[in-house]
C-alpha cells in the first residue's frame, strides 16, 4: 500500500493510509480517465483508500469512458467537460483555448466543493485541469505513471507533484521533475484479485484440461493488434 503524503507540515508525519487514533478521516480526490488504462488504476486507488477508512471522490471527463464506468461503482464523481488534444485533426483543436478555461473553472469548483488534502492524477486528459488547480491551490499533488514512455499529462505535470509512483522505472527517464519531488516504482495498481474457479473457467470457455491453453492479454489500444498477431503466429 502506497504511503501518499496528505500534510507535509512539521515533519511531515501525517499520511493517508496511516490514520492515527482519534485523526481525522483523510478526503481524497482521485483524477483521471479517458481511457480504461487511466481509469482502472483510479479505481483500484479508490479501493484501497476506501478500505483505509477514507473518503474517496473521483475525477473525470464527461467524454471518458468513465461517464459510463463510474455510475455502476459506489463512488462520489464529477465529470468535467473536457476533451483531449486531437494530435492528427488538428482542427478540432481550435475551441480548445474556450474549452481548457470552461473545464479549469469547472475543477475549481469541484475543488471548493471537496475541499480535498490530497489529489492523486492517474493521467489522461481528464485529471489535468484537476491537478493543474490543485497545485495553484497548494493542495498536494501525486501523480500515478502507467506506462514506460509517460504520456503527455504526466510529463506536463510532472515539476509539480509532491510524488510520481511509476509502474515501470524507464518512465523515469522521460519526466522533468522538481526540485522536492519524490518518485517511486510500485508497478501499477490493480483491483485485488478474487477467487477464481478453475473448472468452472474452463466450462465457461469451452476447454478442457487435456488443452494446452495460451493466454494472451494487452491494454487499451494495443489489445486487439497484439492478439491478432499472436494468433496468426501460432
Known amino acids: 500500500v502506497w504511503t501518499l503524503v496528505a500534510d507535509c507540515g512539521a515533519g511531515g508525519h501525517r499520511c493517508v493510509g496511516e490514520r ?38 473521483l475525477v473525470g471527463a464527461t467524454r471518458g469512458i468513465e461517464a459510463r464506468v463510474l455510475p455502476r461503482h459506489p463512488f462520489r464523481f464529477h465529470l468535467l467537460p473536457i476533451e483531449p488534444l486531437y494530435r492528427r485533426q488538428w482542427w478540432r483543436n481550435l475551441l480548445f483555448p474556450l474549452m481548457w478555461l470552461r473545464a479549469m473553472r469547472s475543477a475549481e469548483r469541484v475543488l471548493w466543493d471537496e475541499r480535498p488534502q490530497l489529489v492523486i492524477g492517474t493521467g489522461g486528459y481528464a485529471a489535468a485541469p484537476i491537478v493543474l488547480r490543485a497545485h495553484h491551490s497548494r493542495i498536494p499533488v501525486v501523480l500515478q505513471e502507467q506506462n514506460a514512455f509517460p504520456g503527455l499529462t504526466t510529463r506536463w505535470l510532472a515539476s509539480r507533484a509532491r510524488q510520481i509512483h511509476l509502474g515501470f ?19 501499477n495498481p490493480i483491483p485485488p ?39 496468426g503466429a501460432i
Not at 481524497?28 to 476506501?50: E, F, K, S
Not at 477464481?196 to 486487439?224: C, I, K, M, N, P
Open 169 to 187: 522505472p524507464e518512465a523515469r527517464q522521460g519526466l522533468s521533475v522538481g526540485p522536492l519531488t519524490q518518485w517511486f516504482v510500485f508497478g
Open 193 to 231: 484479485p478474487g477467487r477464481v474457479d478453475a473448472h468452472a473457467a474452463r466450462a465457461e470457455l469451452g476447454l478442457t484440461v487435456r488443452e494446452r491453453t495460451v493466454f494472451v492479454f494487452g491494454g487499451s489500444q494495443g489489445a486487439r493488434a497484439l492478439n491478432e498477431t499472436v494468433a
Open 20 to 57: 492515527g487514533a482519534g485523526e481525522k478521516i483523510a478526503k481524497l480526490l482521485i483524477a483521471g480517465g479517458g481511457t480504461g488504462g487511466h481509469l482502472m488504476p483510479a479505481l483500484a486507488l479508490a479501493r484501497v483508500a476506501v478500505d483505509a477508512g477514507h473518503e474517496v471522490v
